[in-house]
């Protein structure tokens, strides 16, 4: 930490000379320091989503939530507890960008036309596409230092997403729960069509509404070249999708513009403790929800009860009803051996399945998970408003 004074109100504070751009805490003005010259230079496209949420409302959300999903939703208060809930704005890159991608692939005709000419079973195609986006990426150098922010962006079309970055309006629009809680919604109710980029206001502390601003660590080129691979990536995955061979593909991007955009987020933690039958195989683990701070909506959310969970009760159940017919087999009649074996069949058949779906689906996904843990000290020691 190094004392400099701000290059507007002249206050002096300390600041971390490894952080991209410098937030002055009295007069919120943020400057970038020339390490060479000792220069500072103001940076003005700086701005913030204000956060319009508490820890009350953050937890009647998920509560609400968990009852959507929960068969049995008066059980819900009674079963699942909240252990924890935080909050953070933090830093995004956002570019503004066209990209315009033209494809050319091989498409399998239709069996009919087959006939015609066995020879080719394929017809060539070409085709383009034009998207904009305001892209967002992290201005923090682990990304994987919160939970589920690694991997935010939910396309539309069916396909792996590898990349950490995501288009902001889509992103933030997703997962709202309608309910009456006091949300605080825009002024009036023609606003509530405002997306968080068009509420954002000139960078100021207050903004946050007592969330810890998160400091700027990574620089807007290496924002920029972030952008451009991943909707590289994500524009080749979307021309693969049109034809069954891709022979050609090549995306242009034209970027407009670049922000710095502090965005409030909350990551909330449960615990299901089932009070039926189910609690005999069920051992709690903290789950994680991840929100915005700007609409509450859930934008990536685990589950206490996943499939692999009552596949794996399943299992148990058939291997013990299997056990108890072959018993029965010994003792009574021989008919009760082929209902055990059948039994046995389904019962390996689920836990085999359930082990399948225990396998990690996602690199990026297996990396939050793992980094998250080493992280969450340093998170605590982050600079308050
Ligand atoms: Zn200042």
Known sequence: MHELSCPSCNAPSQYDLKDHILMCPFCSVSFRLNMENGKKEIYSDHYIVPNACDTRQIKNIMYEWLKRLHHQADSVDKEYYITDINGYSIPYWIISLEAHTMWKGLVRKPKGLMEYNIASNSIQETGQFRRNYRWAVSARSNICERWGMTLLHEPKEQLDVTWDGFPLDSTLSRGRIEMNLGVKKSKDSENEELSAY?????????????????TIQVSDEEALRRTRSHVLEYHHKLARISVDVLIDHRTELEIAGIQLIHLPFWHGRYI??????????????EKNVILEGYSGGILKGELAIVKKDKLWVNAIICASLSLFSFILGILWHGAFMLIAAFLLIVAFASGYMAMQ???????????????EGSTATAAKTEKTS
């Not at 068009?198 to 998160?214: M, Q, S, T």
């Open 198 to 214: 068009d509420v954002r206001e000139f960078f100021e502390f207050k903004y946050a509404n007592g969330l810890p601003i998160l």
């Open 272 to 285: 299901y403790q089932p009070r039926s039958l189910l609690k005999h195989f069920h051992t709690p683990k």
């Open 357 to 371: 779906k225990a396998a990690p689906r996602n690199r990026l996904d297996r990396t939050t998970f793992i980094q």
